[in-house]
């Protein structure tokens, strides 16, 4: 933020959210069908391995053949559809990345799947610091620009990727036609539940840049920023949460709830600490420009405290297979989100944006809430409890 400036900082969000979302819709299969697989089959990881390599290397091909014989064309029309400037690298940069995230988040999928969250956990650390080098890197080096956070990102992955790799073991030599079938089955629903809450939470990075410029995203990005950083602490606790439920250690549905209480009350510590010092710290961490993040990242907060008390209920959700709830409601969500902001922010600008937000939130955890009841069948007493009562 503090090298590229507000425009820069906005042009890397756009870009950014749209990596990620290539590599949810390139990918997240495998990565949601691997982990659920590899919790109920462990034996059938170094196949799973297997698929995920071959996957990257079929993606590498159709990307690199797409790029070559139209890159110009579609740099122009992912430029016009995100309002943001593709350039030919930054587009290449692009998809190699999407490529790398792939196996990084396969062969996590397999680690989580299988319970070995100590490597699960060392793999992000891992990113970070290489990633936090990078970018020292660009940011002493004579023009830094876009481009050159995206190849210290590409580095960073491909690094934490292959350490990935070799932690899942030796892929084996044949994967059986069954064992894609399941992954792409399970792992299907996943990846679309998946997509719709990415969208539900970023796409209003789209709608920010177009409708009020790229200068007025990059300010808003730090709220988002530091809204994903909020949002880590459930989650975390639903990645933990996820093989317990497959292994059949929360079938009284008490580690759930029990994480869901304590998920909610340390939301709310956090949500009154960023009220407190928000202001300050944004001043001080990202510099003065970006002090107009405060006050969306303050009306997302009400959305966010509710949206991560939620998603330890969608987790428990996941781990049975996906039910129907877990696509519709975060589709219902996205709607409510992009016609509000429609509708908001010509009204109020960044605080339009952070309302329509914040109400889309609390719509899919007040959905998901109901349908984790109806699911489990834990009465609403049980549900709203302390856990002081239930220890």
Request: net charge positive; with cysteine.
């Amino acid at each position: 933020a503090r090298v590229l400036g507000d425009e820069g900082r906005g042009i890397l969000a756009a870009v950014a959210t749209t990596v990620l979302l290539a590599t949810l819709a390139l990918g997240e299969w495998l990565h949601r069908g691997s982990t659920y697989v590899a919790g109920h089959h462990p034996q059938r990881s170094s196949s799973l391995l297997t698929l995920t390599l071959v996957w990257a290397l079929f993606l590498a091909g159709a990307l690199a053949a797409g790029l070559s014989l139209g890159d110009d064309w579609l740099a122009g029309r992912i430029s016009s559809l995100t309002s943001t400037p593709f350039s030919r690298p930054i587009l290449w940069a692009t998809a190699l990345l999407t490529i790398l995230l792939v196996v990084q988040r396969g062969g996590q999928a397999i680690l989580l799947g299988q319970d070995r969250l100590r490597p699960y956990n060392a793999i992000p650390i891992l990113f970070i610091v290489a990633y936090l080098g990078g970018n020292l890197l660009v940011a002493h080096g004579a023009e830094p620009d876009v481009l050159q956070v995206l190849i210290a990102w590409c580095a960073a992955v491909a690094l934490s990727g292959a350490v990935a790799v070799n932690l899942c073991g030796r892929p084996a030599l044949v994967t059986p036609v069954p064992l894609l079938v399941e992954t792409a089955r399970v792992g299907g629903r996943g990846a679309v539940s998946a997509i719709l809450v990415f969208l539900m939470f970023r796409s209003v990075i789209y709608l920010v840049g177009a409708m009020m410029g790229l200068k007025a995203l990059g300010v808003f990005t730090i709220a988002v920023i530091m809204a994903e950083m909020i949002q880590r602490l459930p989650n975390i606790a639903g990645t933990v949460l996820l093989p317990k439920v497959m292994a059949g250690d929360d079938a009284d549905h008490e580690m759930s709830l029990r994480v869901g209480r304590i998920t909610l009350r340390m939301s709310v510590l956090i949500a009154l600490i960023v009220v407190l010092v928000g202001r300050f710290f944004i001043e001080v961490v990202f510099s003065l420009p970006f002090v107009g993040a405060y006050e969306p990242l303050c009306l997302m907060l009400p959305g966010l405290v509710a949206s991560g008390y939620a998603s330890i209920f969608n987790s428990k959700l996941a781990a049975n297979g996906y039910p129907p709830v877990t696509l519709w409601a975060p589709a219902l969500a996205l709607l409510v989100n992009v016609g509000l902001n429609l509708w908001l922010i010509p009204i109020w600008g960044l605080a339009g944006a952070a309302v329509a937000t914040s109400v889309a939130y609390i719509l899919w955890a007040t959905v998901i809430t109901f349908a984790y009841r109806q699911h489990t069948g834990v009465a609403w007493t049980r549900l709203l409890a302390t856990s002081a009562e239930h220890r």
